[in-house]
T-cell receptor, first 114, second 114 residues
Framework: KAGVTQTPRYLIKTRGQQVTLSCSPI?????VSWYQQTPGQGLQFLFE???????NKGNFPGRFSGRQFSNSRSEMNVSTLELGDSALYLC?????????????FGSGTRLTVV | AQSVSQHNHHVILSEAASLELGCNYS??????LFWYVQYPGQHLQLLLK??????LVKGIKGFEAEFIKSKFSFNLRKPSVQWSDTAEYFC????????????FGAGTRLFVKA
């Protein structure tokens, strides 16, 4: 089965702009989580969506938002970009049935803010 | 709140050496525990998991981990590393009652010298 698909793979944005990242989970997975990965910080949890509802949120400012659609695809948005937002943004999907098997991750979107 | 601590940020070993990567977590309830691996240029993938039962779990590529509940630890081990084990390793914790939200440690970069 197809894996987790994230688009775009790379983005370069200017400070102050906004960006939208997309994630298509594995077919049948209704849970999508987003993480920010930076060197030395590991993966920082952004938010988790399940059946179009945000179930958990990490400690990120309100500039970071997300949503999930009825087909389980998810988007995250970052407004008023700052240099510190440069990172690899990872999407991970899972299902209730496979909960004990952890996440399946996408390849990520590498965002560079200049 | 959950947190995960990985003891070593960088580890350098020669081939055939034994490996042990430390991981401690803080959370008072029941948890699922994971180790993920990220090989250079590849996406994160699940190495092994503990859900319940035997606290010594075996994963792919000869890795194993032991869950010690009294110490809140889930250390990763491999008796003899190979050059191909060069990667970054992440310990992660998911609280059973907290949705799919999974907290990751900062990661340990392992470099194996041929």
């Amino acid at each position: 089965k197809a894996g987790v698909t994230q688009t775009p793979r790379y983005l370069i944005k200017t400070r102050g702009q906004q960006v939208t990242l997309s994630c298509s989970p594995i077919s049948g997975h209704r849970s999508v989580s987003w993480y920010q990965q930076t060197p030395g910080q590991g993966l920082q949890f952004l938010f988790e969506y399940f059946s179009e509802t945000q179930r958990n949120k990490g400690n990120f400012p309100g500039r970071f938002s997300g949503r999930q659609f009825s087909n389980s695809r998810s988007e995250m948005n970052v407004s008023t970009l700052e240099l510190g937002d440069s990172a690899l943004y990872l999407c991970a999907s899972s299902s209730l049935k496979d909960r004990g098997n952890g996440y399946t991750f996408g390849s990520g979107t590498r965002l560079t803010v200049v | 709140a959950q947190s995960v601590s990985q003891h070593n940020h960088h580890v350098i070993l020669s081939e055939a050496a034994s490996l042990e990567l430390g991981c401690n977590y803080s959370y008072g309830g029941t948890v699922n525990l994971f180790w993920y691996v990220q090989y250079p240029g590849q996406h994160l993938q699940l190495l092994l998991k503990y859900f319940s039962g035997d606290p010594l779990v075996k994963g792919i590529k000869g890795f194993e981990a032991e869950f010690i509940k009294s110490k809140f630890s889930f250390n990763l081990r491999k008796p003899s590393v190979q050059w191909s084990d060069t990667a970054e390793y992440f310990c992660a914790v998911n609280a059973r009652t907290g949705g799919f939200k999974t907290i990751f440690g900062a990661g340990t970069r392992l470099f194996v010298k041929a």
